[in-house]
């Protein structure tokens, strides 16, 4: 099983970045992803940033980026994507791929995602 997140880098505030976490070893079209993250100095604290269920057809936002961020995902390619826009400095973060089904819990190794001038 294996989640590797890409795309993630250094962006000034006001910018645009496109993650994406690329799936395989599992049927990825039943599992739920989700995108969390996790700010310097909060190792402790993992947000949620986006969900979106198996068949795509719903999605939920954590309060801090709805409207600046959308998740979307290609079960034909087995990857799930983070639009962001309007990126601020707090959005600064790790940035961690999760699937879900049932018992079955995955997390990729996380893509830095840097907002500054």
């Known amino acids: 099983v294996q989640l590797v997140e890409s795309g993630g880098g250094l962006v000034q505030p006001g910018g645009s970045l496109r993650l994406s976490c690329a799936a395989s070893g599992f049927t990825f079209s039943s599992y739920v992803m989700t995108w969390y993250r996790q700010a310097p100095g909060k190792e402790r604290e993992r947000e949620l940033v986006?969900?979106?269920?198996?068949?795509?057809?719903?999605?939920n936002y954590g309060d801090s980026v709805k409207g600046r961020f959308t998740i979307s995902r290609n079960n034909g390619k087995k990857t799930v994507y983070l639009q962001m826009n309007s990126l601020k400095p707090e959005d600064t973060a790790v940035y961690y791929c999760?699937?879900?089904?049932?018992?079955?819990?995955?997390w990729g190794k996380g893509t830095l995602v840097t907002v500054s001038s």
């Open positions: 999760n699937a879900r089904y049932f018992a079955s819990n995955y």
């Open positions: 986006a969900t979106i269920t198996s068949d795509g057809g719903s999605t």
